[in-house]
């Protein structure tokens, strides 16, 4: 391999190493950026692979929302782990507010509902859907297993 190579070749992760360095220090923590969906394509009919509905063995409790602005949930935020994020298929435009809901191990919901802006769409649904987490997480004493039920447009 040509020298000239080997020194950009150097040179590029001497650079990705400084700015992956700098992200983590501004507290990004490795989620990936989300990018548009794709095409729509429905699933085929009949039932889920994912096999049968679990059902709880006490009442579930759905919570009143909690109504908050964007960004200033006062929430603190829970570094859950990763998990696969919702394609939606909205018409962003028409979209006013938008509710998740985080559940909890005992399946209580903890709703979210947030006023969109002009500009509000898709990358914009990570914070909403971190909110929903975060409050499953601080107001059911912690619970690890919080997961994010759903996400519905208004």
């Given at each position: 391999?040509?020298?000239?190579?080997?020194?950009?070749?150097?040179?590029?992760?001497?650079?990705?190493?400084?700015?992956?360095?700098?992200a983590q220090e501004r507290g990004f923590h490795?989620?990936?950026?989300?990018?548009?969906?794709?095409?729509?394509?429905?699933?085929?009919?009949?039932?889920?692979?994912?096999?049968?509905?679990?059902?709880?063995?006490?009442?579930?409790?759905?919570?009143?929302?909690?109504?908050?602005?964007?960004?200033?949930?006062g929430w603190t935020h829970w570094e859950h782990?990763?998990?696969?994020?919702?394609?939606?298929?909205?018409?962003?435009?028409?979209?006013?507010?938008?509710?998740?809901?985080?559940?909890?191990?005992?399946?209580?919901?903890?709703?979210?509902?947030?006023?969109?802006?002009?500009?509000?769409?898709?990358?914009?649904?990570?914070?909403?859907?971190?909110?929903?987490?975060?409050?499953?997480?601080?107001?059911?004493?912690?619970?690890?297993?919080?997961?994010?039920?759903?996400?519905?447009?208004?």
């Amino acid at each position: 391999m040509d020298l000239r190579k080997i020194g950009n070749i150097v040179a590029v992760t001497a650079c990705l190493a400084v700015l992956g360095a700098a992200a983590q220090e501004r507290g990004f923590h490795g989620e990936p950026a989300r990018v548009a969906p794709p095409r729509f394509e429905p699933h085929p009919p009949g039932r889920s692979p994912r096999g049968p509905v679990v059902m709880h063995d006490r009442p579930m409790r759905l919570l009143s929302p909690r109504v908050i602005v964007h960004g200033q949930a006062g929430w603190t935020h829970w570094e859950h782990p990763m998990f696969r994020r919702p394609v939606y298929y909205w018409d962003w435009g028409a979209i006013r507010s938008v509710t998740c809901i985080g559940e909890d191990s005992y399946g209580d919901q903890y709703p979210v509902t947030e006023s969109t802006f002009s500009g509000f769409g898709f990358a914009n649904m990570t914070a909403v859907e971190d909110d929903a987490l975060d409050r499953c997480y601080s107001e059911s004493g912690q619970d690890p297993s919080c997961v994010l039920l759903s996400c519905s447009p208004y």
